[in-house]
């Protein structure tokens, strides 16, 4: 199972065909760092949008009127306008294309910004990048990557959840960042390998099905001591990440569990 597969294609509006252009996306991929084969391109961010009613769009155009002239948009006032201008329109409709907009992410009340300006920043553009290749990732990891300060990286990421870009999840009290539409059965184990020699742990389990701990700490004891060791496998024990068998309160046996091992096995290939 590829991590694409995990990705179902969601859409942003047409002018994103103009403002990403090949030249500024290969140098926004040379500041992040790739992790297996998640990665994009031109043809990734063009598969966000979302499709419009001729009404909604129409709408949509003296939103942004509204926004150029105010800076924040107010429902309201675009409701009055909408209807305004739209003689062919009943109220009713209008106001339910209004609410249609506002259920697809398009546009909010008080925003400054609609749905097809979000990824216009370069800044989010690589918060963006960084979470679909790194899923699972956390404040911190984004703000060292990025070299940028808390304050900005959740600036930005607030917006682009807003949007329905990327979604927030709690694991073990921490906020772990993913694409919005990829499959959360995976989230945990997603969160997990973005942690220190979490994936050199699962892989030497991969690659040695049902080996005890006392054989693991060997395989890797020029990365890991043997006591930070027996700690992030209770971590990953507890978690369900991996399975063990024990004898006298010694783990004699460890495996991943079968829903993770296709996982476990694509990466370990780009490791």
Known sequence: MTF???????????DMRNTMKDESLKEIQNDVPVES?????????????????????????????????????????????????????????IKETIEALISKRILFDGSSITRDEVLKNETRVKIFQLIFEKPGIHISAIRALLAKDSRSVLYHLKILERYGFVRSEQINNNTAYYEFNS????????YYFQKDKASTIF????????????????????????????RKVKILLENKLLTGKFESSQIIALDIPVKYRSFVKTLSSYK
């Open 183 to 190: 499959s959360k059965e995976f989230d945990t184990i997603h």
């Open 37 to 93: 084969n998640r990665s994009t391109s031109s043809a990734f961010f063009l598969q966000y949008k979302v499709e419009l009613s001729p009404l909604e769009g129409s709408v949509l155009l003296i939103a942004k009127e509204l926004i150029e002239k105010h800076y924040l948009l107010n429902a309201q006032d675009l409701y009055l306008q909408a209807v305004r201008r739209f003689k062919e329109g009943t109220p009713i409709s």
């Open 4 to 14: 694409s597969a995990q990705v179902q294609a969601r859409m942003i509006n047409s």
């Open 203 to 230: 892989f030497a389990i991969f690659e040695n099905p049902s080996i005890s701990f006392e054989d693991l700490s060997v395989i890797l004891k020029e990365s890991i001591s043997s006591q930070t060791l027996l």
